[in-house]
């Protein structure tokens, strides 16, 4: 069994040459979405790649090998709920591959084998955080730390309103992790295009991104990646009263079933999906398509 990654054809010869690449996860893949439509929204996600100009790198750990670059039948493999794939964060791809598992990547276990392979930028839905009540439960995302010292641009919804978004934004700070807002001045909460929160900067296009990013890598010390967060399109953000109601409840539900620590979040994000009518869904999946192709337009840009 090896344990180098396999890297298609396509993603090697893009990276030897320079060309711009952009990682995709695929935990969204095999756990975010319905059987059937993760596999249209993984062919849309890379198709909106292709379209901006750069190659799709759908990452995955398939028979214990990271794979960067899924063809269309590792692709319908990772989105068969059948075959199992556990999620792998940065911690779990010693074992994954050590055992010989199959696995989806998350943010964390993605940047890390992107940042591996040579590929700079990444695409996503929404990045982990710091989770409510995190001072009693030291529940953060490992994608934070993750972050924090991998270089690679991450480019996403900012994070679920079910997080501590203000705690995210200090962990950020605190890790030298600079956050860049794309055409806003407020950080994004996934299904809604702003928070309470202000970005430290703004940026209005993939060039003015792009030179962020590569100051960044040139000037700062450290190997801190970069965070670009983009707002859900503004016809696809979910109605702010439906979404207040849905905190509220699920905050509720949680209290009146006594729901600490990790299965929080789940639980959260279970009632939205539920409660939502499919609204969570459609926001989930048109936000990624939107930050799928802004990664690509500044990954161009960089690639210049």
């Known amino acids: 069994m090896s344990t180098q990654p396999q890297v298609s054809p396509e993603v090697a010869a893009a990276i030897a040459e320079g060309r711009a690449v952009v990682a995709l996860e695929s935990t969204i893949l095999a756990h975010g979405l319905p059987p059937g439509r993760n596999r249209e929204v993984a062919a849309r996600v890379e198709r909106v790649v292709r379209d901006a100009g750069a190659v799709p790198a759908t990452i995955a750990v398939l028979d214990g090998r990271p794979v960067v670059g899924l063809d269309d039948q590792q692709l319908d493999r990772v989105c068969d709920p059948a075959a199992g794939l556990v999620k792998l964060s940065r911690r779990d791809l010693g074992p994954a591959i050590g055992l010989g598992r199959d696995g989806a990547t998350t ?15 990444f695409a996503t839905g929404g990045l982990g955080g710091v989770h409510r009540g995190a001072a009693e439960s030291w529940d953060v995302s490992a994608d934070l730390g993750v972050l924090a010292e991998t270089p690679v641009l991450v480019v996403c919804s900012g994070v679920k309103s079910v997080l501590d978004i203000g705690a995210t934004l200090e962990l950020l700070e605190t890790n030298s992790v600079p956050v860049l807002g ?45 965070l670009l967060a983009n707002p859900v399109p503004v016809e696809h953000e979910m109605p702010r009263e439906l979404h207040d109601r849905l905190l ?18 789940p639980v959260l994000l279970e009632h939205f999906h539920s409660a939502s009518d499919g609204v969570s869904l459609d926001t989930n999946e048109q936000l990624v398509l939107s930050n799928a192709r802004v990664a690509a337009e500044v990954a161009v840009e960089l690639a210049r």
Do not use: C, M
């Open 107 to 121: 943010v964390a276990g993605t940047a890390a084998i992107a940042a591996a392979a040579g590929i700079g930028v």
């Open 182 to 226: 794309y055409r806003t001045d407020r950080f994004p909460a996934f299904y809604l295009r702003e928070s309470d929160f202000d970005v430290p900067w703004r940026v209005d296009d993939p060039k003015q991104a792009a030179a962020a990013v590569q100051a960044h890598r040139a000037y700062a010390p450290g190997q801190a990646g970069v």
């Open 248 to 265: 509220a409840e699920g905050l509720e539900l949680l209290a009146t079933r006594n729901v600490r620590g990790k299965d929080v979040t």
